[in-house]
């Protein structure tokens, strides 16, 4: 997760919260399961996806998303 934001060099915002710190964040977002990972446009929830998952997969997520939010925004 760490080395994902330094491959989308200013096309994507990656953050990673501590929910117990949080947690108003956490219940915006209806957070139950760790990890999850919200994809956001314009404060709207486009995508959520709980649970593990390895890099090549995540990227593909991200790319997917930001191809989706360029067409969108045509």
Do not use: C, R, W
């Not at 330094?6 to 949080?22: Q, S």
């Amino acid at each position: 997760f760490n080395s994902i934001p330094n491959e989308y060099d200013n096309k994507a915002f990656v953050a990673k919260i501590d929910v117990d710190d949080f947690n108003d964040i956490a219940n915006k977002f209806d957070i139950k399961t760790l990890p999850t990972i919200i994809f956001i446009k314009h404060s709207a929830i486009k995508e959520k996806l709980t649970g593990l998952s390895n890099k090549e997969n995540l990227m593909m997520l991200i790319d997917n998303n930001l191809y989706n939010q360029q067409e969108e925004d045509i």
